[in-house]
Nanobody
Framework: QVQLVESGGGLVQAGGSLRLSCAAS????????MGWYRQAPGKQRELVAV???????NYADSVKGRFTISRDNAKNTVYLQMNSLKPEDTSVYYC?????????WGQGTQVTVSS
């Protein structure tokens, strides 16, 4: 059974930083492309960062240059370093495979950026 547990969210002022973590179980993590998605109230869930099994990365234009996705296959964990946060980054952040979702979505982690 796939389980994805996100953590690391919180309340931060604009310009601040947060590092999100996602621990995965129930999948062969090392062979999967993983992504961070986010969903703001009233909006569709969007994919903001992807990392392939080989470590290649890709980002949505809205976060390019500010967010960095990384992975530790030994720990079955994917990370999202978020710098220069903006109020429009306020969302619930989820991780999952890409393409996704694989199994159910996790509970996500709330990121709130105050202006």
């Amino acid at each position: 059974q796939v389980q994805l547990v996100e953590s690391g969210g919180g309340l931060v002022q604009a310009g601040g930083s947060l590092r999100l973590s996602c621990a995965a179980s129930g999948i062969i993590f090392s062979i999967k492309s993983m992504g961070w998605y986010r969903q703001a109230p009233g909006k569709q869930r969007e994919l903001v960062a992807v990392i392939t099994s080989g470590g290649s990365t890709n980002y949505a234009d809205s976060v390019k240059g500010r967010f960095t996705i990384s992975r530790d296959n030994a720990k079955n964990t994917v990370y999202l370093q978020m710098n220069s946060l903006k109020p429009e980054d306020t969302s619930v952040y989820y991780c999952n495979t890409v393409p996704g979702p694989l199994g159910s979505w996790g509970q996500g982690t709330q990121v709130t950026v105050s202006s």
